[in-house]
Structure formats: structure tokens, C-alpha cells
Nanobody
Framework: QVQLVESGGGLVQAGGSLRLSCAAS????????MGWFRQAPGKEREFVASVTNNGGTIYADSVKGRFTITKDNAKNTADLQMNSLKLEDTAVYYC???????????WGQGTQVTISA
């Protein structure tokens, strides 16, 4: 059973950078597609980015060019580098895992990211 734990959230000024990390356990994790999602208060959860074990990536239009997702199989981590942060990036960020052709089946507990003016 894969387990995910997010870390790296916090308070950062607009225009700054923050790096989130998703630590994973489980022997099947390296075969999974990893995704980052976020949810702001009163809003629906939205997709942010995803990465395959071969390095293929997909980004939401709202973060394209500013965020970078990576997966390090040796370290069992999936990171989200966030640059040029904006106030609207404020949300709880979640990492998740899924197999190809399947729904995301395991989720972390989330980490709060707050951007100040």
C-alpha cells in the first residue's frame, strides 16, 4: 500500500518561490503517475500538475511556466517547484498517485501554501 506525505508548505511573499515535496512509500510507487492538486477555501479541488515515472509532465494553464513537477524514484519523492507565486496560488496542496488508465487511488493529507502581498 502506497502512502504519501506532503511537506514544504508555508507563507511566502508574492513573487517568491516555494518547493513542496511528496514523500512516498510502497514498492509499486515507481510505476505510478504522480499528481499535485490544490483547493482554496470555498472552491473545488483543481489539478495542478502530473508526472510519469519516465518524466512526462502535464501542467494546468494557470501554473504553466511557473511551476515544475519532478519525480525522483531513487529518493521516493515527487516535488513541486513553485516560482513567481501569486496571491491566487494560496491553497491547500495535495499530492496523489494513480496507475495508468485509473483514478488517483491514494492521497496525502495536504500542506498549506499561503501567499502574501
Amino acid at each position: 500500500q502506497v502512502q504519501l506525505v506532503e511537506s514544504g508548505g508555508g507563507l511566502v511573499q508574492a513573487g517568491g518561490s516555494l518547493r513542496l515535496s511528496c514523500a512516498a512509500s510502497g514498492s509499486t510507487w515507481t510505476r505510478d503517475i504522480m499528481g499535485w492538486f490544490r483547493q482554496a477555501p470555498g472552491k473545488e479541488r483543481e489539478f495542478v500538475a502530473s508526472v510519469t515515472n519516465n518524466g512526462g509532465t502535464i501542467y494546468a494553464d494557470s501554473v504553466k511556466g511557473r511551476f515544475t513537477i519532478t519525480k525522483d524514484n531513487a529518493k521516493n519523492t515527487a516535488d513541486l517547484q513553485m516560482n513567481s507565486l501569486k496571491l491566487e496560488d494560496t491553497a491547500v496542496y495535495y499530492c496523489a498517485a494513480r496507475r495508468s488508465g485509473q483514478n488517483y487511488y491514494v492521497w496525502g493529507q495536504g500542506t498549506q501554501v499561503t501567499i502574501s502581498a
